[in-house]
C-alpha cells in the first residue's frame, strides 16, 4: 500500500508540475529589459532608428538618428544583454556622414560597418576590430544631390551576401548601386535606378529593400506606389535589371497599402512584407530562379485573431524559420506569429503591447532584428532605447 501511495502521490505531483509550467510552454517572448548605450550617462540616450548584429554575434551596432552618430555594443550570447562600448558621432574625430543615422549594417566578413546619414546625403564607413567591436571611420561617401550620380536620402542599405556591393533606397524615388573595396570598405558609384525611367513605375517614396540570400535578385518597397519591385542582379558588376513590378489591387495581390519594410525566410523561398496603412502582413512565395513573387495570403489587423497590428512596420522572420515578428508602430506592439515552412502562412499568436506582459519602453517600434540563434528579438523606436525579448 505504501508503494501505491507514493506512486500515487508522484503522478499526482507530476501532474501538478505540468499545470504549473504551461502558462510558461504558453508564452512566445519574454521582456528581457531596456537596454540602454550608457546606464551611468543619461545623456547620452538616442532616438534609435536601426540596429544591426555583427555575422559572429558578438556585438551589436545601432544607428542613433536623434544624435547622429553610431553606438556600439557588446552582446552576451546567453541573456542577449548588451554593454556599452563606444560611440562614433558624426563630427568628432573627423567622422562625416552621420547626419540622421537612419540604418546601419554589418559587411558579411565582418570588417566594416556602413550607416546612412539620413540629412548628409551619405553612407558612412568605419573599419571594425573583430575582436573588440570598435570603430575606426574609413570615409563618408558622398554624391551629388542632383544629376547621374544622385544618392539621395538614404532610407535603407544592404549588402549583397558576397560583400561586393552595397545597395540603397533613396528617398528621390531611387536605387543606387555601389561597389565596395572589401579590404579597405571604400565604395564607388556603380548605377542608380529611378522611377520613370527604363520602365520603373514602383519605386514612388521608396522605403525598404534587400537581397534573397543566393544574391540574384534585389527587393524594393514603394510606399507611395503600394508596389514591390523586382530586379535580377549581375554578380560580377552588381548592377541591375528589372524584373517585375508587383502591385496591389493587381492579379491579387492585397495588403500592400503603404507598403514599407521587407523580409525574407532563410531558404529564400517565401519573402514577407508590411502594409502600413493596411495594418498587415503579406506573404509572397518565391520563384528561386526566376526571382518573380506569387501572392499567397495577407493577415490583416482585425481579421480573425489578428490584432496589435496598426501601423506594421519592420518584421523579422527568426532564422530557425519557425516565427515571424513584427513591429506596430501605433500599436506600440510586437506581434508573434508561427510560420509553416512548406506554405509560409502565417498564424498569429500574441502580440506584446507597451504596458502590458511587463514590457516597458516600447514605444513607436520602427526596427527589429533577431540574432542569429533566433534566441533574441531587438527592437527600436521613438523610446531612445533598445528593447530585448527572449524565446522561452
Sequence with gaps: ???VYLCTSLGLAFIAMLIGVQPALEEFLTFGGIQK??????ERHDWIAAVALSPDNRHVYAAGYGRSGVIVFKRDPQSGKLTFIESQKNGVNQVDGLAGALRITVSPDGKHVYAAGYWDYALAVFRRDMVTGKLSFVESKKIEVSGPNDLGRVRCLALSPDGKHVYTANNNDSVVVLKRDALTGKLNFVESHKKG?????GLSD???LILSPDGNQVYVTGAG??????FKRDADTGKLILVETVKNKSNSVEGLEGSTYITMSADGNYLYATGFRANAVVVFKRDTATGKLTWVEAQKNGIGAVTKLCGATALSVSPNGKRLYVASEIDNALAVFSRDGRTGKLVFKK???N???NVQGLF???????SADSRHIYVSGKSNNLILFSTP
Aim: aromatic content about 8%.
Design 206 to 208: 521608396a522605403y525598404s
Design 364 to 370: 513607436s517600434p520602427r526596427f527589429l532584428t533577431t
Design 37 to 42: 548605450d550608457d546606464m551611468n550617462d543619461p
Design 351 to 353: 502580440a506584446y503591447r
Design 197 to 201: 525611367a527604363g520602365g520603373l513605375e
Design 355 to 357: 504596458g502590458q506582459d
Design 225 to 230: 506606389d503600394n508596389t514591390l519591385t523586382v
Design 1 to 3: 500500500m505504501k508503494q
